[in-house]
């Protein structure tokens, strides 16, 4: 059994390889890979396209179908590797194992949100341009988080873009920070429930 979890696991890992190795690939649209690309494709995209059909994944002209397909991967990678190790798994340990998987792939997300905040702050304070191909794809991206704070926070008030930018990034680290203090207790209090 322990046999079939680690094979298990080593497919597992291998798959999750590829599924990165295409998604860098559409990266490069336009390119021609050949033959090995159709294969890739042909592996990974019935996959991959599964996660597309849940119109929630995207946010604005992000999709995040692909990270929920790769964090299934780890949720499973995971528990292979528990009950291999362990020799079982009780449902509070499931549970934590999901919970820190899901906690990963947003902590992820909050910190590049954190990180594309900061450079627009920065860029702002250097009076950089705004109307350069990195600074529009930046605000695209993080226009949803300030039109929120935004309207949230000061609607009647007239406050700067750059507050409102420190704003929404004081907010992204405060959750990150509660969050992650939050996510491990309730990971260790999970990974102790009995059934």
Known sequence: MDLILRISTGLLSGYMLLLFLRII???FSGSDFGRPYEILTAITDPYLNYFKQFTFLKFGMMDFSSIAGILLLVIVMNILNTISSYGSITFGIMLAI???AVWSAVNFLITFFIML???????????????????????????????????????NNNITYTTCLAVSGAI????LISGNA???????????LSF
């Open 117 to 155: 905040v900061l450079l627009r702050l920065v860029t702002g304070m250097l009076n950089a341009t705004r109307q350069s191909p990195l600074m529009t794809t930046i605000e695209t991206i993080i226009s949803p988080l300030t039109n929120f704070v935004y309207h949230n926070f000061f609607k």
């Open 25 to 27: 690939i559409t990266w």
């Open 172 to 175: 992204l680290l405060v959750m």
């Open 182 to 192: 939050i996510t491990s207790y309730l990971g260790i209090f999970l990974g102790k």
């Open 98 to 100: 999901i919970l820190g």
